[in-house]
C-alpha cells in the first residue's frame, strides 16, 4: 500500500495544474487602520473585501488560472504565477500605504512570460510552463530580484524601472541609424531626459537541467546566496551565481523503484540558520536537517511525527496523512504543517507531536471515497503565517478559507466570493452542516463544489493584509477599521 501511494505521489504531480492572467481588476476602497486596532471587543479580526482582480467571467481558461502566490519581504509588491508560464507583479499604491486610515491597494505593476512549454525528446515527454513556486529575494538595490520555476527549469528574474533615456549619441543619428564616422565634424556629450517609467523583467540566470522529477519547492537561504530546489525525490543545493552545477544534499531515490515507500512533498530553508532545512513526505514525516553534520543529509538530525490515531484508520490514512506544505514561522522557533484534513503546528524542540492541531475540513472525512475517485484527494493545499506568527491561515473548498488565532484559540471560515466583492464588504463566517436541519447561514457538506479550491494564499509581512487564489481570480482582504 505504501508504494502504491508514493507511486500515485508522483503521478499526481504530473497530471493537471492549477495557474492566472490578470486581465481586469474590480476595486473597491476599504478602510483599515494599525494592527492594534483592528480586532472586535473578544479580539477577533475583522476581515473586508479590499479588491478582486481577474476576469470574472464564468468561461475560464487553463492557462488563466492561479499557480502561485508570494508577497515580497518588505510587502510592497505581490507576485502571482499562472499555468500559462505568467508571472503577474501588483505593487502596493504608495497613497493608499501612507493614507489614513491606510489602505490595502495593490496595481499591476509588471507581467512577463517567464516560462515556454518544452518538450524533452530523449524522454518523450512534455513539460509545463505552469508556475509552480515564486520566491522574493531580499532587496539590496533599486531592483527586484526573484525566483520562479516549472516543473524542470528555475529562473532568476531582474525587475527594474527606467524613467530616463540617453540623447545625443555621436555615431548614430535620432533615428538609431549608425552615421559614417568620418562624415562628423564636432563631439558632443550625450544627456539623459526624462521618459515615461517602463518597467523591465530580464532573466539573469536560468538553472536547469538538474532534476529528474518535477519540482515542487524552492526556498532561498537566510544567507541569499545559496538556495534549494525540491522534486518527488532528491533535493539540490545552488548558488546564485552558478547556473551549472548543483550540489545534491538529499537523495531518498531507492535501487529498485518497486521499493519506493515515500516521496518529498515540500522543502524550505529556516529563516535564520542558513544550515538547516526541513523537508516533508507522503508519510506524513517532516525531517530538519543540519548541513553542518554532513555534506549529504540523507539521514536526518530531527524526526517530527504524530502517531496515527488507531481509531481514524483506513484505507485512506495513508494520502491523507501526506504533507503537502511547510513552513518555519516567521521567528524560526515553530513550523507548521499542511495535510489533507488539518494544519499543525510543530515546535522545533519537541518531535514526538505537534503542540497545535487545527482541523480545516473534518467534515470532509466521510467524503474521502468520492475524493478519491475525483481525485481531489491528491490536492495539495498551502498554508502561511501571519506577520507575527499569531494566525494561520489555509484554504478548503467552494472558495472557502480557513483562519486559525492561535492565542485565542478561535477559528472562522470565509469565503471568495463575486458576491462579497464590493467596496467595504464585510465577510461574513460561513459553517458547513453535515447532517440534521440546515440552518440560514449555512451550507450543506453536500453542496460544496469541489472544482472551486483554494490551494494558494499568501499574507503580508507585517500588515493584515491576505491575497487568496481563488481559480483565475486573485481576491485580496485586509482588516476592517
Known amino acids: 500500500m505504501t508504494g502504491m501511494v508514493a507511486r500515485e505521489m508522483i503521478r499526481q504531480s504530473s497530471l493537471t495544474r492549477l495557474g492566472l ?77 501612507n493614507c489614513h486610515p491606510r489602505r490595502g491597494e495593490y496595481n499591476v505593476y509588471s507581467t512577463f512570460q517567464s516560462h515556454e512549454p518544452e518538450f524533452d525528446y530523449l524522454k518523450s515527454l512534455e513539460i509545463e510552463e505552469k508556475i509552480n513556486k515564486i520566491r ?40 538609431g541609424q ?69 550540489f545534491n544534499i538529499v537523495d531518498i531515490k531507492p535501487t529498485n523503484m518497486e521499493e519506493l515507500t515515500e516521496v518529498i512533498t515540500a522543502a524550505e530553508f529556516h529563516p535564520l540558520d542558513c544550515n538547516v532545512f526541513v523537508y516533508s513526505s507522503s508519510k506524513g514525516t517532516i525531517r530538519l536537517c543540519d548541513q553542518r553534520v554532513g555534506a549529504l543529509c540523507d539521514s536526518h538530525t530531527k524526526l517530527f511525527e504524530e ?51 487545527y482541523p480545516v475540513h473534518e467534515y470532509l472525512r466521510s467524503k474521502l471515497c468520492s475524493l478519491y475517485e475525483n481525485d481531489c484527494i491528491f490536492d495539495k493545499f498551502e498554508c502561511c503565517w501571519s506577520g507575527n506568527d499569531s494566525a494561520i491561515m489555509t484554504g478548503s473548498y467552494n472558495n472557502f478559507f480557513r483562519m486559525f488565532d492561535r492565542s485565542g484559540k478561535r ?43 483554494i490551494l494558494h494564499t499568501a499574507w503580508h509581512p507585517s500588515e493584515n493584509i491576505i491575497a487568496v487564489a481563488a481559480t483565475n481570480n486573485l481576491y485580496i482582504f485586509q482588516d476592517k477599521f
Open 411 to 453: 477559528d472562522v471560515t470565509l469565503e471568495a466570493s463575486r458576491e462579497t466583492a464590493k467596496p467595504r464588504t464585510l465577510l461574513k463566517p460561513r459553517k458547513v452542516c453535515t447532517a440534521g436541519k440546515r440552518k440560514k447561514d449555512e451550507i450543506s457538506v453536500d453542496c460544496l463544489d469541489f472544482n472551486k479550491k
Open 21 to 97: 492572467m490578470i486581465n481586469t481588476a474590480v476595486t473597491g476602497v476599504v478602510s483599515a487602520t494599525t494592527q492594534n486596532n483592528n480586532k472586535t471587543g473578544n479580539g477577533e479580526i475583522q476581515w473586508c473585501f479590499s479588491q478582486v482582480k481577474g476576469t470574472l467571467d464564468d468561461d475560464v481558461s487553463e492557462a488563466d488560472i492561479i499557480s502561485c502566490v508570494e508577497f515580497s519581504h518588505d510587502g510592497d509588491l505581490l507576485a502571482t504565477g499562472d499555468k500559462g508560464g505568467r508571472v503577474v507583479i501588483f505593487q502596493r499604491d504608495p497613497s493608499s500605504k
Open 178 to 246: 549608425i552615421r559614417d564616422p568620418s562624415s562628423l565634424t564636432s563631439l558632443r556629450v550625450p544627456v539623459l531626459k526624462p521618459m515615461e517609467l517602463m518597467v523591465e523583467a530580464s532573466p539573469r540566470r536560468i538553472f536547469a537541467n538538474a532534476h529528474t522529477y518535477h519540482i515542487n519547492s524552492i526556498s532561498i537561504n537566510s544567507d541569499q546566496e545559496t538556495y534549494l530546489s525540491a522534486d518527488d525525490l532528491r533535493i539540490n543545493l545552488w548558488h546564485m551565481e552558478v547556473t551549472d552545477q548543483s
Open 307 to 357: 502517531p496515527e490515531d488507531p481509531t481514524n484508520r483506513s484505507f485512506f490514512s495513508e494520502i491523507i496523512s501526506s504533507i503537502s506544505d511547510v513552513k518555519f514561522s516567521n521567528s524560526g522557533r515553530y513550523m507548521i504543517s499542511r495535510d489533507y484534513l488539518s494544519v499543525k503546528v510543530w515546535d522545533l524542540h519537541m518531535e514526538t507531536k505537534p503542540i497545535e492541531t
Open 136 to 175: 522574493w529575494l531580499k532587496r539590496r538595490n533599486p531592483a527586484h530580484f526573484l525566483l520562479s520555476t516549472n516543473d524542470k527549469t528555475i529562473k532568476l528574474w531582474k525587475v527594474s524601472e527606467r524613467d530616463k533615456r540617453a540623447e545625443g549619441y555621436n555615431l548614430r543619428d535620432e533615428s
